[in-house]
């Protein structure tokens, strides 16, 4: 990985580790937690690809394994976080743009799900039953309705950092629906607007030069 991802994912792990331990833990809503290190990891492994989603998803498991009040083997979540991690690294487009924010939304559905399913399994191989006690069933229902109202107002900020850090072009041009702005324009009608108001520019130019020419062509 290049210094500049390596930094940036870890600031941003870090940051989401300590939201998470220290906000979001505490607000004792019902059933799962928001689990803002997910949503950090999809946000870049939507941009860097399932290698490094993998890689970032490992090491931010084995933080949130190792920080307090940590309650389970280290390595269970660094386990989950690294396949969920490869997994929605393989959603990222070739061309680095989304027509839409359903695929987006649907990652987080699929990886709250797929999360919460893998870390109850490697828990019940080790012996661990507290999902039985508290109901899979609306745990995974849950997770998947937190993280998907948490995720808006997250994944897109995450991707746009991620992209800049990387000097993608597509991070500063205002062309097309690219993975972080697409999440928000999507079904607003933005980018038709946008284009059509460069159409309409681009023909009074057009009409403009034409007129320049035919006066052009009287004075001679």
Request: charge should be positive; glycine fraction near 14%.
């Amino acid at each position: 990985m290049k210094f500049n991802r390596i930094l940036l994912s870890v600031t941003l792990v870090v940051v989401a580790l300590v939201i998470q331990v220290s906000v979001l833990a505490r607000l004792q809503l019902p059933g799962a937690v928001p689990d803002l290190v997910l949503l950090t990891v999809l946000g870049l492994a939507l941009v860097y690809g399932p290698v490094s989603g993998s890689l970032i998803g490992f090491g931010a498991g084995l933080l949130a394994d190792l920080a307090p009040p940590a309650d389970h083997a280290a390595g269970r979540y660094a386990l989950v976080l690294c396949v969920i991690g490869y997994l929605a690294g393989l959603a990222r487009p070739e061309n680095g743009r989304l027509k839409s924010a359903s695929g987006p939304m649907a990652v987080v559905v699929a990886a709250a799900i797929g999360t919460t399913l893998l870390y109850a399994g490697v828990g019940a191989l080790v012996g661990d039953t507290a999902a039985r006690h508290v109901g899979l069933g609306f745990l995974l229902f849950t997770a998947a309705v937190y993280d998907l109202l948490l995720a808006p107002f997250t994944v897109p900020l995450i991707m746009a950092l991620a992209r800049r850090a990387e000097n993608d072009p597509l991070a500063d041009t205002g062309g097309g629906t690219d993975v972080a702005t697409g999440w928000l324009a999507s079904g607003t009608g933005l980018r038709i607007g946008t284009q059509r108001g460069g159409l309409l520019v681009k023909a009074a130019r057009t009409r403009a030069s034409r007129a320049g020419r035919i006066k052009g062509v009287k004075r001679l």
